[in-house]
């Protein structure tokens, strides 16, 4: 320890997700805290990716509610796209929400450094603020949460026509094409979210399908739709360059010598761990060969004290598994026997239309995990709310252990392709985790007409008897 550092019981090396979270729920118990953000207060999530991602999301289903609107018997002709107003309205939440984590930190007396922290021996953390100075801080307890940036790929520099999910962000137009290189939840969104406003969608993806780990039936409804609303969609390829063009386009090339003219290229391929800036030198802490530093079930590193959360570690790169972690080691920090983050059992959420929810093992995961296993599956075309917001496509899947006398037993996995299929997850998350069986939770009334009444079903299904499908 540094004499003249300045000693708090907790120092937060991030902003983002897992940090601000552990700052303000070890605040919360107590905890003199302080945390080190270099940029916005929210991280990646709240400034460059969840929630702005989501807000031109929400762009997109307005647009298809007002094109759709006829149906309805409202009148409203054909709708236009002013982007730069998205894009307004888009930044208005953000910071909204950035003034807010920074209120609740002056509430609770969190000190925030404006600047970039990097780790020393005997838990020193030296501060390089935004003003060109530094200053020394020293906790009892550190934690690592430098969060993730996006993966580039050779021969796609960012800059003109080709964005990673940080400058797509920033578009105040719609381009009339999009390439987007990466089948996964990030590719497949921005897929979405474009076709919806106008413009021509390819997905191009180096795996034999898009949405790789999802259950097959899920992924087919998602790849239903999208074909039907002409995204293309090439898997099995791989991308090898761009020639630009003197409009400010590029042609992609991939594949075998296959290529692509295009107004925009979206590289989403993935996030890389983001441990550059932290130091670590003289400590215990240890990276790996991919850039994830090691910690255990506890998120303890490898030096005494010192704890790392969300994207920097391998765990699954969503906010609220960096929340999840960040509750985990303050109750560590107390000393209050916290349970670890059972990993496979954490919710997932697709935000791309039709929206995708899930939480447990797939149907083949589990077989090949071992388990005799019993699945049913109920479709959205068959509710009754479903078909009253005009959104039918979709379905509700449920994997459980097949009992010694063929009945279905323990939950495995709960799988949703629908409409608001993220805001009906908790159910099914619930039932994974406290592992319950199908005869339990076949108890349970869903309210009618409701969406979630199709989980309700597909339960009731499992149990060998049903009155709706």
């Known amino acids: 320890m540094i004499p003249t550092a300045e000693q708090f019981d907790l120092v937060v090396i991030g902003g983002g997700p897992g940090g601000y979270c552990a700052a303000l729920y070890g605040a919360s118990a107590g905890l003199k805290v302080a945390m080190i953000e270099k940029d916005a207060l929210g991280g990646t999530c709240l400034n460059r990716g969840c929630i702005p991602a989501k807000a031109f999301l929400e762009t997109a289903s307005v647009y298809r509610h007002v094109a759709s609107a006829a149906e309805f018997g409202i009148e409203a002709g054909s709708p236009s796209v002013n982007f730069a107003k998205t894009q307004e309205r888009k930044q208005a939440i953000v910071s909204g929400l950035v003034n807010g984590i920074a209120a609740m930190c002056k509430g609770r007396k969190v000190d925030v450094f404006n600047g970039t922290g990097s780790l020393g021996p005997d838990h020193t953390v030296t501060v390089s603020m935004k003003d060109g100075s530094t200053t020394e801080l020293s906790g009892d307890a550190v934690m690592l949460a430098s969060g993730s940036v996006p993966r580039l790929i050779p021969n796609f520099e960012r800059g003109g026509p080709i964005m990673t999910s940080d400058e797509v962000l920033d578009l105040d137009v719609v381009p009339d094409r999009v390439v987007v290189i990466g089948g996964g939840a990030i590719g497949c969104e921005f897929a979405s979210t474009f076709s919806d406003l106008g413009a021509k969608v390819t997905i191009l993806e180096g795996l034999p399908k898009i949405l790789p780990g999802l259950d097959d039936d899920v992924a087919n409804v998602v790849v239903r739709s999208f074909k039907k609303r002409k995204i293309g969609i090439s898997t099995g390829v ?3 360059g ?3 063009n003197d409009s400010g386009g590029t042609t992609v090339h991939f594949g075998d010598d296959e290529h692509l003219d295009t107004d925009a290229v979206i590289v989403s391929v993935g996030r890389r761990p983001f441990a550059d800036e932290l130091g670590l030198e003289g400590t215990g802490v ?8 090691e910690v255990d079930e506890y998120c303890r590193t490898g030096e005494d004290g010192v704890y790392a959360v969300g994207d920097l570690i391998d765990t699954p790169q969503l906010a609220h598994v960096g929340y999840a972690e960040a509750i985990l080691v303050i109750k560590h920090i107390l000393g209050e026997g916290p349970m670890p983050v059972m990993y496979d059992k954490v919710p997932w959420a697709i935000y791309c239309h039709p929206e995708v929810a899930f939480a447990g093992l797939a149907e083949q995961q589990a077989r090949d995990a071992g388990h005799d296993v019993v699945a049913a599956s109920h479709p959205f075309k068959f509710n009754s709310r479903a078909q009253i917001v005009g959104e039918p496509d979709g379905l509700c899947k449920i994997i459980a252990e097949k009992n010694a006398d063929g009945t279905a037993g323990k939950i495995l996995g709960v799988h949703m392709v629908g409409p608001w299929a993220t805001e ?16 339990e939770v076949a108890e349970f009334i869903q309210p009618h007409p409701s969406l979630t009444e199709l989980f309700g079903e597909t339960v009731l299904t499992l149990t060998g008897r049903n009155f709706n499908g």
Do not use: C, I
């Open 242 to 244: 761009h020639t630009p």
């Open 286 to 293: 240890k990276v790996d060969d991919r850039g994830f530093v």
């Open 238 to 240: 791989m991308v090898t």
């Open 424 to 439: 009906q997850l908790s159910g099914g998350y619930l039932a994974v985790n406290w592992e319950a069986t199908v005869a």
